[in-house]
Structures are given as C-alpha cells and as structure tokens.
C-alpha cells in the first residue's frame, strides 16, 4: 500500500450564532481552491444514524427531559457513528474532515453551560474517539449579545437558552482555549467583525494548520 498522508481533522466551534457555518463553507472553498481534499460535517449528526441521535436529542432537550450526563451519552453515541462512518476512513485515505462542532461543544455546552463533569467529558472522549482526535480547534469567539443577535434558533434547543447560557458557554470556551482543553491545540479567532474579516484570520489559521500560504481565488465578502 502507497504511504498517504493522514487528512487533518479541524473542529469549528462558538455558540450558536458565531458564524462556524459560514466559515466552515468559505473555509472549505479555499482549500479545495488550494489542491486539497476536504470535505465537511456537523455534529451532532452528519451521517443518517447519527442525525436520527440528533433528532432524539434535539426533541428530550426540548421538553427537558435529560440532564447534562444524558446528554453527554448521547453526544457521544452521534460521535461514534459518525467517527466510523465518516471521519476516520476520510482521514485515512488523505482527505481532510472540516467539522461544524465536536467534543470540545460538550464541554462547553453540558459542562460549561450545564454543569456537567468535565473530567468525564474528556474520558469520554477518550472511549469514544481514541487516536481520532481534531488536529486543531478553530473556536469563533464573540460576545453574546453580539452572537444572540445573529442566531436563527430554528429547531436548536440550545439556541433557544437566554443570554445567560450563552454567556456560560462563551466563558467555559475561552477557558478551554486559554488552556488547550483536552490536549487540543486550540486557535482563537475574532468572531465579532464582518465575514470577510473573519475569514482572513480563518484563512490565517490554515495557512499555518496545512503549512501553505493560501490563496484567496473567487468573490469575497
Ligand atoms: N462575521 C459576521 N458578521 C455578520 N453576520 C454574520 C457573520 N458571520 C455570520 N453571520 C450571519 O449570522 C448568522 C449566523 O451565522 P452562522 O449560521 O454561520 O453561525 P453558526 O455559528 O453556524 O450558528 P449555529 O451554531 O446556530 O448553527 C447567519 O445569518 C450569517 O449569515
Ligand atoms: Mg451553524
């Protein structure tokens, strides 16, 4: 077998309304304009199976019928699905996995937010993704008034929360990047100015991730 080299895993984070969507699909394009393979997913989702996990999380959260360790087990049981399904086998044939969220939302969100344990949040994601760890967090910091004002809460329970949930995230991700959470190597990016400027410091951040200079081909905001 020919050696190829492993795809990257890079993890999109921020509360709802950051822009990780945005980004992710702007991010995508210039990378596939630079020559690599790349392909992108959500959690929690991204496969059927792990998309009908979502539904069934999305509608207990809805109607408050699961606390933050509930949750955790079934974020995890998606992550799974979704690691043997998708991200593992792109990884390995070379092609690089863009994801809107990952392990590092659960900290934030069922620890950060919710106050689950944090310490089983990780050992967690040890059982669950072993060596299939994101190469990089990409974390879409912005103020929460600036983050609820941009948010479409659409079928997302989470974005529903008030201003102070959002603030608990917010707090609990700049925690974690400050101190690497969970052993990741986390990139800080400015989410408040307009998309443009959000994807220059994007496009920053891959040109160190996939060690090239990127260029910027096509239309931009
Ligand atoms: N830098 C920006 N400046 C102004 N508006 C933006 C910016 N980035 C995204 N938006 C707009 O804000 C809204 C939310 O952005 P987006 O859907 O990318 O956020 P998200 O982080 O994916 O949120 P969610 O977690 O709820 O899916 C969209 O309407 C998008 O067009
Ligand atoms: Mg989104």
Redesign the pocket.
Known sequence: MTNIERGKYIDFE?P???????QIFKASEILTENGFDVITTREPGGTDSAESIRRLLFELKSGELIDAGGQMALFFAARRLLRDELIAPNLDKGVSVLT?RSYPSTGAYQGGGEGGDDSLILQMADVTMGECKPDAVLL?DIEPEVAMA???PED?PY?KKGIDYFARVITAYRDMAENNWGGLKWYKID?N???GE?SEQVTEVLSEIFQKDLKVYGEQY
Request: aromatic share 4%; charged share 25%.
């Open positions: 921020g709802g309304g950051a822009g990780k969507s945005t809107d879409f941009r948010n479409n997302d974005d989410g100015p307009g998309i959000v």
